[in-house]
């Protein structure tokens, strides 16, 4: 019968089946390496899964440590405490409050995973108080990260084992990983010193915290994935999971600490002693948890004093639990049974004691009995005050358990026994789990980001993380975008800096500040693939080339606007110096007036806000109070008016001068006229309202109590923005001077493509050291689409002179820096070239007749060429591209689109410029018809705005066999334009958009590119 005795605690029922399986020779603790998709080693003796965790999560481990360790300093050291609250920080959001000691953590929601770790770390060592625990699982502090980061990383991995068979044992590689990266991240305690406080007592107070939150977060997964098939591998690998749960790993010096009243097992020294033996007896006969624990519970029930033994700490380690429930819930110092138990909570003599007070007992159990009786106590509470009260009254009337006659309480007898089972086992799989940890390698403690980035692309890694990424990725091909900037020269203003060598220059100005912004997207410590970093592909002449991830190659191409205005900046302290003091003076005087303007907008913007409060506060009003605000508001008028007027009296006799005396008697009958006014202002208003009810009456009270705040808010909205118009168009004035007055400038374009990935050739010669090439057609398209065309720059001046005579404004500019158009080149025939030539030569109009007669033949012939489509030398005419700014193709664009669908919302405008803001119009040419955009924002950053301008196709020299390339300019943020539209025009666009989500853009596609190619 007692063999049959069933467990209770869900570890020892995993320990169970775990020795049953391994008596069918099943590889319980190994066998998940012949489950993966991915394993190093030729043989199962020296088989590996290599892993490393992402940034974030190893973050998420580190901080958790050193909170938790920083924590116990504040605690046992007053001094640095007190450093620590007077620290300022830059974001107060982020300090850690270190709540006082106490049991009931009340920042913690009642119930909820965060209290399980809380009362395991209470339950395990007496170092500890929920005061502190709730400080480090707040949301400031590490461990409420650690625990959702140990949660969701183990889920994740466990889903992936149950849906697909060939990763069947992920969930238990990745369960052995997370421990002993946690493991790993407890070593930093190594270099800590906490004062007053031995290092065996903080590595034991700090692993007690950790696997509470380790054991509670794995507890919390295998509950969201729920059971397996029994007798399948991945039940085998669940139960190894739970199994391990042990707090013997977490623990650098074992388990000496273990001997103390609290501690991880809930086992007294004297007790382990005492069944030891007897468990060694019983493990002869054989080692299944289940059959060990009969053979104790019959030992026990024979053996008189030991049962009096284990029933007295059995009921002691009892009615501790239910006290810390009970504190925990609702510990409350007003109370003196509160006070009584936390004092003697830690501590087995005075628990002991307490079962033989009555009197001590009868206060508890009052006291209890009053707080049950308190209606507004939450459940939780209740149940926890319930429980303690039943064990206390029943302690109370009937002694405790070894005092009673008859059959004592055998649960209270049984859960002692399998926690010492549970130690046993732990003990007994302690080596086991560490070897198991060792199949699991962590290549991010000997390897750098890029051998790491490497294997994880070639499929030879686990990246554990809680990304949208693969855990491992099962193929090799990708594609990846590609950027290339082209410095195009130097203009006059340059070359006055002659001083400087132009090779060091360009190191300086060009080449090192490129390089450092690209530093800022690669991958550096981060674990991420090779489509998510970026590379350096080639650096040669005046040009740059990167690869890899389309988000970040679209940052960088705006950083490199950075570089280039640093550039121009450095070009204007070399110039003149009274040119650039000329400028700087003219600068500071509009810096000055823009900052009064500014100053002025903050103090009326602050004006605004505490008139739109006090119009909330009005209209929150009842009708009653909004009556009475109406009539405070009357006698504040009428003692405005009093208060003025008697201030005149007394200034009229003071004054002697008549005419003086005069003009104050006029301002005193208009007071008084103002006086009989607002009287009689009062008397109509209050005989209006006697007619009114309900929510007539409401609206009308509180159009009356507002009509001067909504006024006056008005007429400061109004001036806001006449104020805005004044800083905009002062900043538009600089900049044109700027413009006029800097005639120099780098100029370089820049251009993104994608495609297929780039396959790079790594030479190695003793004489010409390392070398690598990258091959990509991407690499050489985006090199064409930085050209600059001269046919296209040269239509673009005749449009711009055109249009500038036309409406006769001198200043008109593009506000665009791409262009493509049209570049066919009519070459005259070399004979017609000649009779030209004769003709000029010779003033022979006869020549001249016969070149016009030859020229109307070639371009007859050539229009039927190029018309006729079945004509072999029929060809569309073709058009190159003018690239001064950044350019993107639209297969680039489109996978931008795709990879920030969740960040960013996208969506596609098409609007005339004669449609845009009048002061838009007045200053720009715009050379198409529509203008055709893709424009969105940052979800989470709404003050992050990007725009995308279609601007025609093109078919770069050596991809005439290719389709016409799509391409976009990625408009400069700090550009007039940019400002204009994001002022004039976003707003009521993003507005529009929001109210249609199937108009969100979230790729480009090849019916949108066609479209807005229209």
């Not at 780098?746 to 090439?773: C, H, K, M, N, P």
């Not at 996208?906 to 955009?933: G, H, K, M, N, T």
Request: a neutral charge; proline letters at 4%.
């Amino acid at each position: 019968m007692e063999r049959s005795l069933p467990l209770r605690h869900p570890r020892l029922v995993a320990y169970q089946e775990v020795i049953r399986t391994l008596r069918d020779s099943v590889p319980v603790w190994t066998g998940f390496l012949s489950r993966l998709p991915l394993t190093l080693g030729e043989s199962d003796v020296d088989r590996v899964a290599p892993y490393s965790l992402d940034d974030a999560s190893c973050e998420a481990l580190a901080r958790a440590v050193d909170g938790l360790a920083d924590l116990l300093k504040r605690r046992h050291d007053p001094d640095y405490d007190r450093e620590k609250k007077k620290a300022l920080l830059p974001d107060e959001r982020k300090r850690v409050v270190l709540w006082p000691r106490r049991f009931c953590p009340r920042t913690l929601p009642e119930e909820g995973p965060l209290r399980d770790v809380v009362r395991k770390a209470l339950l395990e060592t007496p170092d500890l108080d929920a005061g502190l625990l709730e400080s480090w699982l707040s949301k400031q502090a590490g461990g409420r990260a650690l625990y959702s980061t140990l949660t969701d990383l183990l889920a994740k991995s466990l889903r992936a084992s149950r849906l697909h068979p060939q990763y069947s044992g992920l969930g238990l590689m990745i369960h052995l990983a997370l421990l002993d990266s946690l493991l790993q991240a407890k070593d930093r305690i190594k270099s800590v010193k906490v004062r007053n406080m031995s290092y065996e007592r903080l590595d034991h107070a700090v692993g007690t915290a950790l696997h509470a939150c380790f054991q509670r977060a794995v507890e919390e997964a295998l509950a969201q994935e729920g059971s397996a098939p029994e007798h399948s591998p991945y039940r085998v690998d669940l139960v190894v999971i739970m199994a391990s749960l042990g707090p013997l790993h977490f623990f650098s010096i074992l388990p000496e600490r273990f001997g103390e009243d609290i501690n991880p097992y809930g086992l007294p020294a004297e007790i382990a002693e005492l069944l030891n033996p007897i468990y060694r007896a019983a493990l002869e006969q054989g080692n299944d948890p289940q059959g060990i624990l009969s053979r104790l519970m019959r030992t026990a029930s024979i053996d008189s004093p030991l049962r009096l033994n284990l029933i007295q700490h059995a009921a002691c380690e009892s009615l501790r639990r239910a006290i810390l429930d009970h504190l925990l819930a609702s510990e409350d110092p007003a109370f003196e049974s509160d006070r009584l138990l936390a004092a003697i909570y830690g501590q087995n003599g005075e628990l002991i004691d307490l079962m033989n007070q009555h009197a001590s007992l009868a206060l508890i159990a009052a006291e209890l009995e009053k707080r049950l009786a308190d209606p507004r106590k939450l459940e939780a509470s209740r149940r926890a005050n319930r429980r303690l009260h039943k064990a206390v009254a029943q302690i109370r009337d009937d002694g405790p358990d070894w005092m009673r006659a008859g059959e004592p309480d055998r649960t209270g007898l049984q859960d002692l026994l399998e926690r010492f089972v549970l130690q046993q086992m732990d003990e007994f799989s302690l080596e086991h789990i560490r070897k198991a940890r060792q199949r699991v390698v962590d290549r991010r403690r000997s390897n750098s980001v890029q051998v790491l980035v490497k294997e994880y692309e070639s499929g030879r890694l686990y990246r554990i993380a809680l990304d949208d990424k693969p855990t491992v990725r099962s193929r090799i091909a990708h594609e990846e975008a590609q950027l290339f900037v082209d410095l195009k020269g130097y203009t006059s203003r340059t070359a006055r800096a002659k001083e400087l060598v132009m090779a060091e220059f360009l190191k300086s100005e060009f080449y090192e500040p490129i390089l450092e912004a690209a530093k800022r997207y690669y991958a550096g410590a981060s674990l991420v693939s090779r489509e998510q970093n970026i590379q350096l592909v080639n650096l040669v002449g005046d040009a740059v080339a990167f690869s890899g991830n389309i988000v970040s190659l679209v940052s960088l191409a705006r950083d490199i606007q950075q570089v280039f205005r640093s550039y121009h900046d450095k070009l204007l302290r070399l110039s003149p110096e009274d040119e650039q003091s000329s400028f700087e003076r003219l600068r500071s005087q509009v810096q000055q007036k823009q900052s009064q303007i500014r100053q002025e907008m903050q103090r009326l913007r602050e004006e605004l806000k505490e008139i739109k409060k006090e119009v909330f506060d009005r209209s929150a009003l009842d009708d009653a109070e909004k009556v009475r605000q109406l009539q405070l508001d009357y006698r504040q008028r009428f003692d405005r008016i009093q208060d003025r007027h008697q201030e005149l009296r007394d200034k009229q006799a003071k004054t002697k001068d008549a005419s003086e005396r005069a003009q104050i008697a006029a301002r005193l009958d208009a007071l008084r006229k103002a006086h009989a006014e607002l009287k009689r202002h009062r008397v109509r208003t209050l005989e209006a309202l006697k007619g009114m009810k309900g929510e007539q009456l409401g609206r009308h009270l509180t159009d009356l109590l507002c009509r001067d705040q909504l006024e006056k808010t008005r007429i400061i909205e109004q001036r806001l923005r006449t104020m805005e118009d004044q800083s905009q168009s002062l900043g538009h004035a600089l900049e044109e001077e700027y413009r006029r007055r800097m005639g120099f400038g780098l100029e370089a374009g820049l251009f993104i493509a994608y495609g297929t990935a780039a396959e790079s050739i790594e030479i190695d010669d003793d004489i010409w050291g390392s070398q690598r090439v990258a091959i990509s057609e991407h690499v050489n398209q985006a090199a064409r689409g930085t050209a600059r065309n001269v046919f296209v720059k040269q239509q673009l001046d005749e449009m711009l002179e055109s249009e500038r005579r036309k409406r006769g404004q001198p200043e008109l500019e593009f506000p665009f820096r791409i262009h493509i158009a049209p570049t066919s080149q009519f070459s005259l025939e070399p004979r017609i070239h000649r009779l030209w030539s004769q003709a000029v030569s010779g003033s022979d109009r006869g020549q001249l007749d016969r070149f016009l007669a030859s020229l109307d033949t070639q371009v007859r012939d050539r229009f039927e060429q190029l018309t006729d489509p079945d004509s072999l030398t029929g060809t569309p005419i073709s058009t190159d591209i003018y690239n001064l700014g950044e350019a993107i193709s639209g297969s680039a664009l489109d996978a931008y689109l795709q990879a920030t669908r969740h960040s960013h919302f996208f969506f596609r405008i098409q609007v005339r410029p004669e449609e845009l803001a009048e002061e838009i119009q007045q200053r720009y040419c715009f050379p198409d018809p529509v203008l055709s955009l893709i424009a969105g924002r940052r979800l989470r950053e709404p003050d992050e705005v990007e725009i995308f301008r279609y601007v025609g196709q093109v078919v770069f020299r050596g991809f005439e066999i290719s389709r016409p390339t799509s391409v976009f300019e990625i408009l400069r943020s700090k550009s007039t334009f940019f400002q204009d539209i994001r002022t004039r025009h976003f707003e009521a666009w993003w507005e529009e958009a929001q109210q249609d989500p199937s108009g969100k853009v979230e790729r480009l596609g090849v019916e949108l590119e066609n479209a807005v190619d229209g």
